[in-house]
């Protein structure tokens, strides 16, 4: 199984401030590396598949990088309601499986 | 407005079953690969099972492999997820969720199982 390590488990920043999510995987990963936004009480939001796209309606704040075992999430400025926990995932091709991050909190410092 | 509903979880009894619904609307459900997702409380997401579009092909966590059996009723717009043995660890909210390409671009809102004497 193709393990997705998450850093930093919690992430203290202020509105206006920069914030960078980072998801390692134990093997390379195909193409199918996506960031999901939860906040409580809530179902998870798709912001970003294939690594680097934008889902439908996400803010141009929100941007993903990164191939093979190192990603990033990375939102440029922070607004109120982004403070939320932040989940990677990958799929497996064969036989299929997914697989998400243990999830990085963002908090308000 | 394109939409996933779950329903169907409560209280059961470790041991007891439980079958998991989920209504879809406003998109074409038979092209789609479905997931069910689970998240106990205060934990992350885990993948629980998923079906191709057409119900022919099913994939399954080891967890609850011979224990949960996932299906889908394409003319019903309707996915299911069947629980048996249920042991206090399956108690979690359990999504649905619409997959494109990989990853889960629409979500329900969750319905709660809690498997506890």
């Known amino acids: 199984e193709n393990g997705l390590t998450q850093s930093p488990v919690t992430l203290s920043l202020s509105p206006g401030e920069r914030a960078t999510l980072s998801c390692r995987a134990s093997?390379?990963?195909?193409?199918?590396l996506a960031w999901y936004q939860q906040k409580p009480g809530q179902a998870p939001r798709l912001l970003i598949y294939?690594?680097?796209n934008r889902a439908t309606g996400i803010p141009a704040r929100f941007s993903g990088s990164g191939s093979g075992t190192d990603f990033t999430l990375t939102i440029s400025s922070l607004e109120p309601e982004d403070f939320a926990v932040y989940y990677c995932?990958?799929?497996?091709?064969?036989?299929?499986?997914?697989?998400f991050g243990q999830g990085t909190k963002l908090e308000i410092k | 407005e394109v939409q996933l509903l779950e329903s169907g979880g409560g209280l059961v009894q470790p041991g007891g079953s439980l079958r998991l619904s989920c209504a879809a609307s406003?998109?074409?459900?038979?092209?789609?690969?479905m997931t069910w997702v689970r998240q106990a409380p205060g934990k992350g997401l885990e993948w629980v099972s998923t079906?191709?579009?057409?119900?022919?092909?099913?994939y399954y966590a080891d967890f609850v492999k011979g224990r949960f059996t996932i299906s889908r009723d394409n003319p019903k717009n309707t996915l299911y997820l069947q629980m048996n043995s249920l042991r206090a660890e399956d108690t979690a909210v359990y999504y649905c969720?619409?997959?494109?390409?990989?990853?889960?671009?629409?979500w329900g809102r969750g319905t709660l199982v809690t498997v506890s004497s």
């Open positions: 969720a619409k997959e494109n390409w990989g990853s889960f671009d629409l």
């Open positions: 406003n998109f074409t459900f038979s092209i789609y690969a």
């Open positions: 079906i191709i579009g057409s119900g022919g092909s099913t």
């Open positions: 093997q390379s990963v195909s193409s199918y």
């Open positions: 294939d690594a680097s």
């Open positions: 995932q990958q799929r497996s091709n064969w036989p299929p499986s997914y697989t």
